[in-house]
């Protein structure tokens, strides 16, 4: 079977940007991106040559809507991304809105993604930011992953709650381990 890797991702969560993370003056938005996109291409790499890298989510926010603007801009992002790192890596797209999706779309989008070497990222749909899951909750989840896991390579679950340690503790939950 697939193994299935569970972790966390968050670049706004208030405790991180307080915590010392990023230098001072670089704890607004675009500052935390700047910060990010110096230190990309050696964090990658770094993380890629130790074997800890699971994957890097390009997540777009709602307004970023199917189209051949949309469509270029996915291109860019990831003909940089594979300069940047020197190399094919688990390049992931977050594209939140349904209409990619839905419909004729749903090919189409899967095509777009496989051209550019980009995997795609199913999302609670709710995306409950400030929440934390249930046990039970968490369990439904299980099944739906262990049939994807059969059908894929490899399969990483991330949480971003973006509220102190509320990531952490929802992937403890879902861990065979817990």
Do not use: K
């Not at 990619?100 to 609670?124: F, I, K, M, N, S």
């Not at 262990?146 to 503790?169: I, K, M, Q, S, W």
Request: aromatic share 10%.
């Amino acid at each position: 079977m697939t193994s299935i890797l569970v972790g966390t991702c968050s670049w706004t969560d208030p405790a991180l940007v307080r915590s010392g993370w990023y230098p001072h003056g670089r704890r607004d938005a675009e500052g935390r991106l700047r910060y990010y996109a110096e230190r990309f291409a050696a964090g990658i790499e770094s993380l890629r040559a130790a074997g800890r890298l699971g994957g890097v989510l390009f997540q777009f926010p709602p307004w970023f809507r199917p189209g051949a603007r949309a469509e270029r801009f996915l291109a860019e992002t990831a003909e940089t991304a594979e300069r940047t790192a020197a190399g094919r890596s688990r390049w992931s797209s977050g594209t939140r809105p349904g209409s990619w999706w839905e419909g004729p779309r749903r090919d189409h989008t899967g095509a777009l993604l496989g051209r550019h070497g980009l995997a795609a990222v199913a999302v609670d749909m709710v995306q409950r930011f400030r929440y934390g899951y249930r046990r039970a909750e968490l369990a439904e989840w299980v099944p739906r992953l262990r049939t994807l896991a059969e059908r894929v390579d490899e399969v990483h679950v991330l949480f971003d709650n973006c509220c102190g340690t509320a990531a952490e503790t929802m992937s403890c939950l879902l861990s065979p381990r817990s």
